[in-house]
């Protein structure tokens, strides 16, 4: 057996579950649901054993990194939403109070868009 985890979400799980060692099963003989060649021990997996901590604890191990990845991603992205909502927000203020009608007002538009916007 190979301890490179298969790609997909899925099967990385299912790997984890028939991997993840079963600490008390020491003293018990293996209830094999699987394959014994994809067992790490002797004892067999929480998958054999049914030991739902031990498989709440794989599949958290497994997806904590990814989870952590997405909520560091959320935050930047919100980050970002408030800052252009500040940036939009001044825009709007400024349009109310007749900046079209400022100097230089279409030469930055002109040079936004690279096109007369009179």
């Given at each position: 057996m190979?301890d490179?985890?298969p ?6 799980i ?8 079963v600490?008390?099963?020491a003293t018990m ?5 699987h ?11 929480s998958?054999?054993h049914g030991?739902?901590?031990?498989i709440?604890d794989a599949?958290i191990a497994?997806v904590?990194?990814e989870l952590?990845?997405?909520d560091?991603e959320?935050a930047?992205?919100?980050a970002?939403n408030?800052?252009l909502?500040?940036a939009?927000?001044t825009?709007?203020a ?7 009608n ?8 002109r ?8």
């Amino acid at each position: 057996m190979t301890d490179t985890p298969p790609p997909s979400l899925r099967d990385r799980i299912e790997h984890a579950l028939r991997t993840a060692a079963v600490p008390w099963a020491a003293t018990m003989p293996p209830i094999t649901q699987h394959g014994e060649d994809e067992h790490r021990s002797e004892t067999g997996c929480s998958l054999c054993h049914g030991d739902a901590p031990s498989i709440a604890d794989a599949v958290i191990a497994l997806v904590q990194p990814e989870l952590d990845a997405r909520d560091a991603e959320n935050a930047r992205l919100r980050a970002e939403n408030e800052r252009l909502q500040a940036a939009a927000a001044t825009l709007s203020a400024l349009h109310a109070y007749g900046v079209d009608n400022w100097d230089g007002y279409s030469d930055a538009l002109r040079a936004l868009h690279g096109e007369d916007c009179d």
